[in-house]
């Protein structure tokens, strides 16, 4: 397996997004990516659940691993008189975080299934931390078997063109979206990647572009509205995005602004792929309708968050007047039309009920 790695003052250390030892969650600080990389530790569970809202660790696989850590948390927390309850309540706060991401949903489920098989308080506490720990190594070989069976859509020369980040950070590693760039990368092809800087808050610009350059693949970050002009000038040859939730018609739920780069791509004739592990997909929505999608705080809109060389610490910049509004929704979703193929974790299949049923 291959870890994220990171080069500090020519030091390189391997790490996972997200990790658990001992009580305590770990995190790689993604705000702070990439001015400064910083691995922050949360106690309880009731900060596990906050890091997942103020996006500390963000992505839908890594938020799932992550909530399924802070309910492993919350086992280890809670009374031995009034067990259950105080896992139940701790489930709810922790599903209430980020409500587009269906990882989080699957994750919690699963934990919470562990927890109820055991009889006795300790043996249950141990049951919610081994299957914490499963899941999130099955997030890191399902980002392996993405890049695996997504590599071959990846010719050498291509290039590809991405939205967000899904990437290593998404995921605890490998990615979705990018899994297979960084794998053919290792077969030895030349890869080119557009990333759209992915406004508001930027996690192309921050995230994809700095695993890039810490993977060494060629990219350039574009102004989200320039993705249509790379297209029409016939310099993007696929598309590639993830997902936060895949619905049992092939619709999907992805950062706000994946929609119009389908309409886009099928408009040039370009390939449009989405790359997801079948944890993403929630059969109990029968279209993109039925997906609930996330409205964050507009002053994310409102201004931007960076680094200022002057004070050596992040800055909130205000862009907007004081006096206007904003509107913050973080995904939309794509209709299965546009939908070349979705890369999973078990092979590409069709964005249709058909191909998506024969994967459970
Ligand atoms: O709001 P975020 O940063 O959690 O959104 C992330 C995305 O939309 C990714 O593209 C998505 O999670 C797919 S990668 C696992």
Known sequence: MVFIRVTISGVSKDYRTVWMKGNSVFMINQPMIPHKFEVVEFECYRDTARAISEMVV??????????????????????DDGFLEFVREAEQVINGTRPTAQDLFYATHRVMESVCEVEDVNGARKAA???????????????????????????????????CNAGWLAFVDWGSAIAPVYAAKRCGRNVFVYVDETRPRCQGARLTAWELCNE???????????????????????????????????DVANKVGTYE????????????????????????????????????????????????????????????????????????????????????????????????????
Not at 233 to 246: E, L, P, S, T, Y
Not at 277 to 301: A, H, K, M, Y
Request: hydrophobic share 45%; with cysteine; glycine share 10%.
């Open 58 to 79: 963000r992505g839908a696989g890594a938020i799932g691993a992550a909530g399924g850590y802070a309910l492993a948390q919350a086992a280890l927390e809670a009374p």
């Open 129 to 163: 931390v081994d299957e914490a720990q499963r899941i999130a190594d099955e997030n890191v070989h399902a980002g392996e078997m993405i890049g695996k069976y997504g590599v071959d859509l990846i010719r050498d020369k291509m290039r590809v063109l991405t939205h």
């Open 261 to 360: 780069k389908a309409v886009l791509a099928h408009e040039n004739g370009i390939p449009f792929y989405v790359a997801a592990p079948v944890s993403t997909f929630d059969l109990s929505c029968r279209s993109g309708d039925d997906i609930p999608i996330e409205e964050r705080c507009e002053d994310e809109v409102l201004s931007m968050f960076g680094w200022s060389s002057e004070l050596s610490r992040m800055v909130n910049v205000r862009v907007a007047p004081e006096g206007s509004h904003a509107l913050n929704p973080a995904f939309d979703v794509t209709p299965a039309k546009y939908i070349k193929g979705i890369i999973t974790d078990a092979g590409i299949v069709k964005a249709d009920k058909k191909a998506i049923g024969k994967l459970f």
């Open 216 to 250: 060494g693949v060629n990219h350039a970050v574009i102004a989200d509205n320039a993705s249509g002009y790379y297209m029409r000038k016939g310099n993007v040859d696929i598309v590639i995005v993830g997902a936060d939730r895949v619905a049992c018609n092939g």
